[in-house]
Structures are given as C-alpha cells and as structure tokens.
C-alpha cells in the first residue's frame, strides 16, 4: 500500500535538483538571437521554460541512473522530452483542441502571442527535441541515439500521444465506455510517460527485462497519473491546478472519474500504483525515488 510522500522530503529535494539541471540544460538548447526568426525563440522559450514539475525528465533521469548513464547524456534525453511536452501542451491548447487560455498559471503560448506562432512553436520544439536525441552529445553510439528516435517517434506519434489526443477529440462527440477511455490515456499520457522510463534503460543498454520492467513501471504509472489529474480537474480550483478546472465535464467527454464515480477511480488509481511499484522489485534500493514519486502523484494537491 502507498502512503503519502511530502514533495519538501527526500524527493522534493531531488525533483527540484533536477528541475533545475533540466531547466538549466533546455536554456542551453533552446534558441534565442535578435534574427528574423526571434518572435518564434520567444513563444519556444515561453512554453519550455520555467514551468512544471519536470516528472518526466525526472523519469528520465532517475531510470538512467539505475544504469550508472553519464549524467549529460541522461539531461540531454530529459531535455528533449520536455520540449516534445510542451509542444504538446501548446497545441492542447489552442482554440481548435481544448481551447483553454491558461497553462501552468500563467496565459496559454497562443495567448501570450498568437495561435500562428503558437502553432510554429510546438512545430519547431518538436523537430528540435529530436534534434537533441540524434546529436552525438547524447549518445556516444549511433544505435542508441537511434532507439530514442525512433522510440520516441512511436510514443508521441499516431499510434501514441497524437493518437490519444484524436481519439480524445472524437470523444466530445462518441459516448466511449471504461475500456476506451483506459485506452485513450494509455495513449495520450501513458505512451510518453512510459518512453521516458524506458529512456533510461537504453542509454544505459539495458537487459531486455529491466527494460521491459520499467517500461510496464512507467505504463501503470502514466495511467494512474491521469486518474490523478481527472480527480484533480473534478476536486480542484483553477488557482491549485493552473488551468481551468472541470473543462472535460464541459466538453461531455468521459472520464474514468466520470464513468467509475470519484471512490471507484480512486481505488483504481491505487491499484495502479501499488501495480507500478511491483515491477521496481529488480532494482532494490537503487529505486527508492522511483517508488516515492508514486506515491506523490497519486497524493498530490496541486
């Protein structure tokens, strides 16, 4: 059973130690110049920079250290995948998607400049966060920069992330039932959540089964991270969460929060959880902060 996990603990101090190296990394990688293309490196910098909790460059970085991986490969990797994130959010954003005017507590890109600039910045964070993956900085061997291209390609693509987000869009429309909509954050969250733990593992050329045991970690994982959030989006007020709360419920899509009730999806999302920390057993103690962000996401406020 998962008990609660203060973020001010052991694992608010390593999240935070990492959500600076990784800021501190996309700072670096990120454009910036007075060059006709400036007004595009602002809207870039403004949705990367300064924002979230990183989870998923911390992912990143804490599956790559089970493998003892050079710490600039393992920040390169997270960088890129907090820029494919907020790519992500950026186009989630606009009015043709869900439409919301607030991202993280401060103005969607869109709004902060325009929704063409907006569309050309989740465009060129995209292409740059696998421009990162390829560079020989982040992998001394070509096979492996490969994989985390490629990989990362199927997790964000149509049969990934972008998938989800379709099939969430058709949903305003199409009544979908537990099943679907488990499968629809499996894609939408639970692909890019689950790439990132494996990240780890193939930077540091990993056994097939610690692989594939971080990959079902991240998977359970992503899955009760998304209960999460629509338990958050049902309980929460605009202020805690930094959007605009209950957008879903607006929009009729169903939820599992919707669709089980708020104690059953409860139950559910510590399953999960409890389901997530079983497939660490391999690694012992090397993964303590791996099982104590668990615990946080599924006890988190905010």
């Known amino acids: ?16 130690g990492a959500a ?3 800021e501190a990394m996309l700072d670096r990688l990120l454009p910036q110049g007075e ?18 909790k990183r989870i998923r460059a911390f992912l990143v970085l804490e599956a790559a250290a089970l493998f003892n991986v050079a710490r600039l490969c393992a920040l390169r990797v997270a960088a890129a995948v907090e820029m494919l994130h907020a790519y992500s959010l950026v186009h989630d954003d606009l009015p043709a998607m869900d439409d919301d005017d607030l991202r993280r507590g401060k103005p969607s890109c869109h709004r902060a400049f325009d929704e063409a600039t907006a ?17 020989p900085d982040t992998h001394s061997d070509p096979a492996v920069r490969c994989t985390l291209v490629a990989t990362l390609g199927q ?18 429309n199409a009544p979908l039932t537990e099943h679907e909509v488990t499968r629809l954050q499996m894609l939408k ?3 890019l959540i689950t790439w990132c733990c494996e990240a780890g593992a193939i930077l540091g050329k990993a056994p097939p089964q610690q692989r594939q045991a971080l990959a079902h970690y991240g998977r359970d994982l992503g899955l009760a991270f998304q209960i999460a959030d629509d338990i958050l989006d049902e309980t929460g007020t605009r202020e805690q969460i930094g959007k605009t709360p209950r957008k879903d419920v607006a929009a009729g899509k169903a939820t599992l929060v919707s669709l089980m009730g708020l104690s059953r999806a409860e139950a559910h999302m510590r399953f999960l959880a409890d389901q997530a920390t079983i497939h660490l057993l391999t690694f012992e103690d090397k993964a303590d902060l791996l099982r104590d962000l668990v615990s946080y996401v599924i006890t988190r406020r905010a």
């Not at 569309?119 to 560079?135: M, P, S, T, W």
Request: aromatic letters at 4%; charged letters at 20%; a negative charge.
């Open 35 to 52: 060059d006709a293309q400036s007004r595009l490196y602002r809207a870039m910098r403004y949705a990367a920079l300064g924002g979230g």
């Open 189 to 191: 969250t639970g692909r």
């Open 155 to 172: 997790a964000a693509g149509a049969r990934g992330m972008a998938g989800g987000q379709m099939i969430d869009l058709l949903a305003e």
């Open 20 to 22: 600076a190296e990784v």
């Open 119 to 135: 569309i050309l910045a989740g465009d060129a964070l995209q292409a740059l966060a696998f421009e990162v993956l390829a560079e």
């Open 1 to 16: 059973m998962t008990v609660p996990v203060a973020l001010e603990g052991r694992l608010g101090a390593a999240m935070a």
